[in-house]
């Protein structure tokens, strides 16, 4: 079998793409190292937020991508059922000289086409955040900037590509990809894949996937940003999201809402050599934490619940812009170093690499039968009493409460395992239906998640991980290590006596 | 909708001890509802003994100390609903819950026993750096796993805080064959009980290292160690100690907070020191009508202790239905010195024959000490107390003529002195 493109990686652009090309009329597939769609990489761990688009310079692919793709969540969202709130961001100046770099970044912005952009006072900054410190003096307002939960999104993309045709290979490194004639060979450790076209998507290993072809070298590094998630209690604090004046290691340290009602705080931004470096520390913790209390003060740290720490794909390239375009290798499409705002630009990147597509002699014939919508989920805390009514009368598991927390039901945990790109471990369950993200972390639903998992995979709970791999949770049976070792012993005295 | 007397959230020891009271003092339109599949609550997965030696002057594990009130709910015949979940209580006592069989549908309550109990902290919430791998769970859920389904969360464990579900933890997993390499404890004390440091600890040689805690923890898929290192007297890590212990599990006993989402809800105060509902004598929270006890109250050391507890919430729920409710809270009761917290938070002693019963905790461990009672500048009270310790909760009875020279202006104070 030959596919006509093979995507490698099922972060938000490989799924993006896959969801593009669902489109028409191809085989498709995405190969993906992790477990499943935006488990592994920056699509997991990161702001989670819609850019405008004020802060790419102008000309760039990052400016261009990134005001086309903030358009396109509209429409994205409402076929795909992802919740998503254009919050609008803040730039806050503490002092007449930020004050001129607000302006510079409004120019860029007019210069990028980002609409509904304006400079505002103090008095209308404390308007729109009650909670903002006093010593914010103006702050550049972009109402075109907004949340989402960039997983969810990502999931519902590789939903929707796989509802109309696309396949996904998960637990899939790749390790080598030879060109044979027309066709490349694409090895992951268990299988070999055959595409005419392969895209290259693989976030902060793309350089070496690149280099696995022998097309032009380049290089990406992971830079580090760590963050904290407070209690819901403290999401109140901000309504919009709130930026510093970058520097030019980043947009800066964030304040902001998270779609669900949390305090999202970070990130560090930090360049490392590891791509594999996913660790918090004391210090960028601590780091996120200060600065972030130089735009809002309020903010409780004893009720963090979690952090984490994501990684950009930054270019090395002198332009430090996307690299998006076919290699010297004819087929080889790379789609690297796709750092911030790579996941607002993301649609507008799929677009682009359909057309890329094309001009490399892809033929497109759309699809009489491509469906937009992915099937509606069921939320069920957001339902009215008749219709939970009527919900649990259909399916009794609707009544069932697992995570008390965030009020998740048994029902939609099966469904969450059941859907096309389901849910095949802990945190694929977590990211898809938000059992374990409230405030008690998972202590609660965890072992109910760990029985649901393993019913409704047909596995042992030995055999459910948090997040494939080897994370399992349990480590035996009880009593095991004692048969064990009785068993030994008792064979040392049956052998040690013959 | 549905008409109770009395509806009690939550059906462990709590809401066990409360429902058999109260259908004993002879209020009988009463419920249970719990969300598990089954009563007793965390009891039935504290399978070691320690349980009842007040209230039944024996020595019972915790599903035979559960058995003896579900066995007392069962021959009453008293309204229970498993596995529903309640959505909202409001401060009218109107209470919406659901499950599989009935849907979403609501109570009307003549009064409402909050007695859902408390839950871990995470993680997160003692922010300790490095990886997110698997093998990393509370306390209360590596029990779930050992004594209700059967399941060892790992087989080399540390185990961060010495509460005493991560001591009994510590034993429990020594005798299914893990190995648990140290008890790490932040605190110069274990906020356990002494019996389960000698019981569980100390028997089984784990060594439990005060002063100190895990500053990372690593592993990518699985936990592969932590390191742990000293804290000085504010409770930093002093990094120079730092020392690297592999491990594939880290089990958390960092410490209880009553649950009290359903009460923020209904716009019930809180004390932000206990996490629980502020309280009269009556148990009654700030809302009329609506009482707390047990570990949704404040977190106890002995269920013994919480079924008394809840009694007492009961017989107050029966009074509040038969005479309308109590005269208001005229005296403050607050933690002075030496004191961390005290339960009731305000009282008035007209609605009250003989003494009523404060439970707090100290600070920090005292010896020799002097336990006070103000009211301004006037001793109410002062008794020597050999031993205070935050592991141990203080109980101390004031009778209504001790409590009657207290200033309505002053409140009451409760305070540790040196002896």
């Given amino acids: 079998m030959v596919y006509d493109v093979l995507i490698v990686g099922a972060g938000v652009v490989g799924c993006s793409i896959a969801r593009e090309l669902s489109k028409y009329k191809l085989k498709v597939i995405v190969v993906e190292k992790g477990e499943d769609a935006a488990s592994e990489g920056a699509s997991k761990a990161n702001s989670a937020i819609l850019h405008a688009g004020y802060d790419p310079v102008p000309g760039t692919l990052k400016a261009k991508l990134n005001v086309r793709g903030n358009e396109m969540f509209e429409e994205l969202c409402k076929d795909l059922d992802v919740p998503m709130k254009r919050t609008g961001s803040l730039v806050v100046a503490f002092s007449e000289e930020e004050i001129k770099e607000l302006y510079k970044l409004f120019d860029r912005g007019i210069k990028n086409g980002v609409k509904e952009l304006s400079i505002i006072t103090k008095d209308m900054v404390k308007e729109i955040e009650p909670y903002i410190n006093d010593n914010v003096i103006a702050a550049l307002y972009a109402k075109k900037a907004g949340i989402i939960s960039p997983y969810v999104f990502t999931i519902a993309l590789a939903e929707n590509a796989a509802q109309n045709g696309v396949e996904f290979s998960f637990n899939s490194e790749v390790v080598d990809i030879k060109r044979k004639e027309d066709v490349f060979v694409v090895k992951t450790p268990s299988k070999e894949f055959y595409a005419r076209y392969v895209v290259n998507a693989a976030g902060v290993y793309s350089d070496v996937i690149n280099n696995m072809v022998g097309a032009k070298p380049f290089s990406v590094h992971p830079r580090k940003g760590e963050y904290l998630i407070l209690d819901k209690d403290q999401g109140y604090l901000a309504r919009t999201v709130i930026f510093q004046v970058p520097t030019k290691m980043g947009k800066g340290i964030l304040v902001s809402p998270t779609i669900d009602g949390n305090l999202l705080i970070g990130p560090t931004s930090e360049d490392i050599q590891d791509k594999e470096f996913k660790a918090t520390t004391r210090e960028g913790l601590n780091k996120a934490i200060t600065v972030a209390k130089r735009s809002v003060d309020k903010f409780d740290v004893r009720k963090t619940i979690t952090q984490f720490t994501g990684l950009r794909a930054t270019p090395d390239t002198e332009e430090k812009d996307f690299i998006i375009g076919e290699s010297d290798v004819k087929g080889f499409i790379n789609v690297a170093g796709i750092e911030s705002p790579g996941f607002t630009a993301a649609p507008a990147i799929a677009e682009m690499v359909r057309d890329i597509l094309k001009d490399a002699g892809l033929e497109l014939v759309e699809k009489d039968d491509f469906n937009p919508k992915r099937k509606p989920v069921i939320r069920f805390v957001e339902l009215s009493d008749e219709e939970k009514n009527r919900l649990i009368k259909e399916n009794p598991a609707y009544g069932r409460i697992v995570c008390r927390c965030e009020t998740v039901t048994e029902g939609e945990v099966i469904d969450a395992i059941r859907r096309p790109v389901g849910a095949k471990s802990v945190d694929g369950v977590k990211r898809r239906v938000r059992a374990g993200m409230g405030r008690c972390q998972g202590s609660f639903c965890g072992p109910r998640i760990v029985e649901i998992l393993a019913r409704e995979l047909n596995i042992s709970p030995l055999e459910v991980t948090k997040h494939g791999r080897n994370s399992y949770i349990l480590a035996g049976e009880t009593k095991k290590f004692l048969l064990d070792k009785a068993s030994e012993l008792l064979k040392k005295e049956v052998y040690g006596n013959a | ?419």
């Fill in chain 2, 1 to 419: 909708m549905l008409n109770y007397d009395i509806v009690i959230i939550g059906g462990g020891p709590a809401g066990l001890g409360a429902a058999v009271e109260a259908y004993e003092k002879g209020v009988k339109n009463i419920v249970i509802i719990e969300r598990d599949k089954y009563l007793g609550g965390i009891l039935e997965q504290c399978i070691h003994n320690g349980f009842g030696l007040q209230e039944f002057k024996e020595e019972l594990t915790g599903p035979e100390y559960a058995q003896r009130f579900i066995d007392k709910v069962e021959e009453y015949d008293i309204n229970v609903m498993l596995e529903t979940m309640v959505l909202e209580i409001t401060p009218d006592r109107i209470v919406k819950a659901v499950n599989s069989k009935e849907g979403v549908f609501t109570i009307k309550a003549g009064a409402i026993i909050l007695a859902m109990g408390c839950r871990e902290r995470p993680r997160g919430a003692i922010m300790i750096p490095g990886t997110r791998p698997a093998g990393i769970l509370t306390a209360g859920t590596a029990q779930r796993y050992v004594n209700m389904e059967g399941y060892l969360p790992g087989k080399e464990i540390v185990i961060l805080g010495s509460g005493d579900v991560g001591l009994i933890m510590a034993r429990r997993l020594t005798l299914e064959g893990a190995k648990v390499k140290a008890v790490v404890e932040i605190m110069p004390y274990s906020s356990g009980l002494t019996r389960n440091i000698v019981q569980c600890l100390e028997d089984f040689d784990i060594p439990l290292l005060l002063s100190h805690t895990v500053v990372e923890i690593h592993g990518k898929d699985r936990v592969e160690g932590v390191t742990i290192a000293k804290v000085d007297e504010n409770r930093e890590p002093i990094m120079e100690t730092a020392q690297y212990i592999s491990c594939d599990t880290l089990i958390l006993s960092v410490g209880l907070i009553p649950e009290n989402e359903l009460s923020k809800q209904a716009g019930i105060e809180l004390d932000p020191v206990t996490g629980g509902p502020v309280v009269n004598e009556m148990l009654e929270t700030s809302v009329p009508g609506i009482f707390a006890c047990g570990n949704v109250l404040q977190v106890h050391d002995l269920v013994d202790n919480v079924t008394a507890e809840a009694r007492m919430a009961a017989n107050s729920a029966i009074r509040f239905i038969r005479e309308g409710g109590f005269k208001k809270s005229n005296i403050s009761v607050k933690a002075g010195k030496g004191i961390r917290y005290v339960v009731p938070q305000r009282i008035n002693v007209d609605n009250i024959d003989k003494r009523i019963k404060f439970r707090m905790r100290p600070t920090d461990v005292y010896n020799n000490a002097i336990l006070a009672v103000k009211s301004g500048d006037r001793y109410l009270l002062r008794q020597k107390r050999i031993r205070l310790t935050p592991g141990e909760m203080i109980d101390v009875n004031l009778s209504k003529e001790i409590l009657k020279n207290a200033d309505e202006k002053e409140g009451i104070v409760f305070l540790v002195e040196e002896g």
